[in-house]
């Protein structure tokens, strides 16, 4: 089974979606804007993509640069304000196998297959 964290919002996570669903593998999408996810499970996504909180944080997001861009936290902080501000969590997240990538560009979710 992959999981994505899906934002339909967004044309790159739109056209993983669509990969993925040619694919014929069992898949459970998660928009996580309006079903985000736990501390514990952001923090299981952050292991397998072997990133640290800052490093999944869209700093290109008109949010993260109006109240954040100037700011040095904590990873705990980071985690907070990505889970009150789903926004900024980078997307499409994929994981599949315990493995879990970034869906950008599409040839990742390519080799994830």
Do not use: T
């Amino acid at each position: 089974m992959i999981k994505i964290y899906h934002n339909k919002m967004c044309s790159k996570s739109c056209a993983a979606l669509d990969l993925l669903n040619q694919s014929q593998i069992e898949l459970q999408v998660q928009e996580y804007l309006y079903d985000v996810p736990s501390k514990a499970e952001l923090i299981a996504i952050l292991k397998l993509l072997q990133m640290k909180p800052f490093e999944l944080i869209r700093q290109n997001e008109s949010l993260f640069q109006q109240q954040f861009a100037s700011l040095i936290l904590s990873d705990e902080d980071w985690l907070e304000i990505m889970l009150k501000h789903p926004i900024l969590i980078e997307r499409p997240i994929i994981i599949k196998d315990g493995k879990a990538i970034i869906g950008r560009p599409l040839e990742k979710v390519i080799n994830l297959l």
